[in-house]
């Protein structure tokens, strides 16, 4: 089977084919068959099944990608958490005309479902009232596999972060297994990865035009499973199969050393990766939106609320209603985000006027306060920033743009952000225009005026920023920068905090456990902290989420680049030092700390002197604290107790494998 080759420079009208998009119905898109009569609809074109509560607002995917199809002059319909145990919601519309879109929700479902300890998480930001449940375990495979019970014959795209990230064979922390690819266990039809809006429209359209969904193989941005007597194109690139990565750790991160080299859409080739007699083929990217299609998608016509049915609060939505996206995409390639992955190293920005354009609308709502509470996107402060040499752009394979350094050739003027920002606040009806996504701080100590204007305008009282850690190995095998540009941008942001009469601090995020971190650069972490006065509410424990590139370092010990060994902190209990460390404060962690201190020979740390992480003797809260937990523990059995000895008759034993009411992990 011989296909084109896809690396041909972006044709014009491709990259604005969603700028002629109209702009759709200003009601949410029908839930219920109810809705969708009213429209004057007898059937959907496209059934939208997603694993997130639906919120008509352009943060989230359902409601975009539901929306660039209206306006392309499709019919959409929202499956939002259907009961997956049958296959009664799939069949609520009647049988879709063109095809299902299937999608886990906004959130990997296994990120969603459990803590870095494995444990069920206590809430659902997606869901309404914030209730567990609502979804099952690897979201995407129950979803596809109800689609096809429903109606047989209908295409099934999958899309969305589940299914992208897990396009090839991955490591999965839940299961601490290799998995093969997505496609063969939910068998969809295709895979649409990254952003989706392209995507989904030509599909849409070229199903719709009589094609089939075998033909939609050439597409960018698609990933397909090839039958067992079918032959991969002769172009691909062939990476270490399913086997091989399964098998050995070795070929796992070669594998993901090639994979991550193609993923610039403009010299990105083809890849192959057999399991067994089967072939997974993904195709090279999409190219990125253009400026002029990105102010269509966001200028849509969202309700931006959940829609009316719901009536509990739904989390997300209370945190990102009063948000404004400006920008996609990021060039940092941290070792540990999915973001570059998803979203591309591209930067993609809107127009000024079509985000004032946005800010006008959300004064109309009455309930709107005044306040925007971010004016960013996956990093505030790389918005329109691009390669100065396109020519060199298109044949780079550079993993990250400031890592080990910022590149010469990257634009990082913050003279178009300066302006928007300006902008932006003086929008009648905006009384306050808050910077809440991630800082780039390497980048925003280049541009005085830019931390001026952000310090004086932009913070409300607390900025959060992410050094991640001070080790500098640590740092490396995150992409990041130095501690040392934290130090720095803190003297800044402090000095501006106090031109400006204003008491604002920041607030730094930390991750533990990351690969790389062992007990001494942990210990090294918290000494800092407490030099410093920083004392985190909140840990972030390093989640190994499939894809990423500290996942395979975190599975194989090795860095995928250099193949150089790397430390990992496997075992729960090493784990929960770490965490620890970083509350090297808190009473309750006492004991972990000081075994954590022992264990590195850094008894020098434990005494009543200034210096020190902890006291010599264990507060009471800590003796406390570690009986509650044994008691906690125990619950005062000690034995196993029979309720009957006595067998009885008749009566037939029950599976232990019965499926219960809740979920967890399962491979």
């Not at 068959?33 to 989230?60: K, L």
């Not at 319909?77 to 145990?85: E, F, G, K, N, T």
């Not at 002029?292 to 829609?307: E, F």
């Not at 599975?555 to 509350?583: E, I, N, S």
Request: with cysteine.
């Amino acid at each position: 089977m011989k296909l084109p080759i896809l690396n041909n420079p972006i044709p014009c009208s491709r990259a604005d084919s969603l700028a002629s998009l109209g702009n759709g119905d200003a009601r949410p898109l029908p839930m219920t068959v109810r809705e969708m009569r009213a429209r004057g609809w007898d059937e959907a074109d496209v059934v939208f099944v997603t694993g997130d509560a639906y919120i008509d607002h352009p943060s989230f995917a359902m409601a975009i990608l539901g929306r660039v199809l209206e306006g392309a002059g499709f019919r959409v319909a929202i499956v939002s958490q259907p009961d997956w145990r049958s296959c009664d919601a799939w069949r609520q519309f009647g049988r879709p005309r063109l095809f299902f879109a299937i999608s886990a929700g906004n959130m990997d479902s296994m990120i969603n479902h459990y803590t870095a300890n494995r444990k069920v998480r206590n809430s659902d930001a997606y869901s309404p009232g914030g209730r567990i449940g609502l979804r099952p375990d690897r979201a995407t495979l129950a979803y596809c596999q109800r689609a096809r019970e429903a109606y047989k014959g209908v295409p099934i795209i999958a899309g969305g972060v589940e299914a992208s990230l897990r396009r090839l064979a991955h490591y999965d922390y839940w299961s601490d297994k290799v998995r093969r690819s997505i496609l063969l266990d939910c068998r969809a039809d295709l895979l649409a990865y990254g952003m989706g809006e392209d995507s989904i429209t030509e599909i849409a359209r070229r199903l719709a035009a009589g094609e089939t969904v075998r033909d939609l193989r050439d597409m960018r941005g698609i990933a397909y499973a090839m039958g067992a007597s079918e032959s991969p194109p002769a172009d691909a690139l062939v990476i270490p199969s399913f086997e091989q990565v399964r098998d050995d750790k070795w070929s796992f991160a070669e594998a993901t050393k090639l994979i991550h080299n193609e993923t610039n859409p403009y010299n990105a080739r083809r890849l192959v990766q057999w399991h067994d007699r089967q072939a997974v083929v993904v195709n090279p990217p999409a190219f990125p939106v253009s400026q002029a299609a990105m102010d269509k998608i966001y200028g849509l016509s969202y309700t931006r609320r959940p829609h009316p049915t719901y009536t509990e609060p739904i989390p997300a939505f209370a945190m990102i209603k009063d948000s404004v996206t400006i920008m996609r995409g990021c060039f940092g390639g941290c070792t540990f985000c999915s973001i570059t992955a998803h979203q591309g190293r591209i930067i993609q920005s809107r127009s000024q006027d079509s985000v004032v354009s946005e800010l006008r609308q959300m004064t109309e709502d009455q309930g709107f306060t005044g306040v925007v509470s971010d004016l960013g996107g996956p990093t505030a402060n790389m918005y329109q920033m691009q390669c100065s040499r396109p020519e060199v752009e298109a044949v780079c394979r550079r993993q990250s743009c400031v890592h080990p350094t910022i590149c010469r050739l990257l634009g990082t003027d913050h003279g178009p952000l300066i302006q928007l920002m300006r902008e932006a606040r003086q929008t009648p009806g905006i009384k306050k225009v808050l910077v809440a996504s991630g800082i780039r701080m390497d980048l925003a100590r280049r541009s005085p005026e830019y931390m001026q204007e952000l310090v004086r305008h932009h913070v409300g009282g607390r900025l959060k920023v992410a050094p991640e850690h001070t080790d500098p190995q640590v740092l490396d095998a995150m992409r990041k920068p130095s501690v040392g540009d934290f130090e720095q941008f803190s003297e800044v942001f402090e000095a501006e905090s106090a031109k400006a009469g204003k008491d604002q601090y920041l607030v730094p995020y930390f991750i533990a456990s990351h690969p790389g971190s062992d007990l001494n650069a942990m210990i090294d972490l918290a000494v800092f902290l407490k030099r410093h006065g920083y004392r985190p509410d909140q840990v972030q424990d390093f989640i190994p989420a499939p894809f990423d590139v500290a996942t395979a370092m975190y599975y194989t010990g090795l860095d995928p680049f250099t193949k150089q060994p790397v430390y990992v902190a496997r075992h729960l209990r090493d784990r929960k030092l770490q965490r620890a460390l970083m509350q090297f404060f808190k009473p309750e962690n006492y004991f972990e700390v000081r075994e954590a201190l022992r264990q590195a020979g850094r008894q020098d740390l434990i005494g009543d002197g200034c210096d020190s992480l902890i006291p010599a003797q264990p507060p009471r809260e800590a003796i406390a604290a570690r009986r509650d937990d044994a008691n906690g523990r125990f619950r005062g059995e000690y034995v196993h107790a029979v309720a009957d000895g006595k067998k009885k008759k008749g009566k037939r034993k029950e599976s232990r494998n019965k499926p219960g009411p809740g979920y967890r992990p399962r491979s």
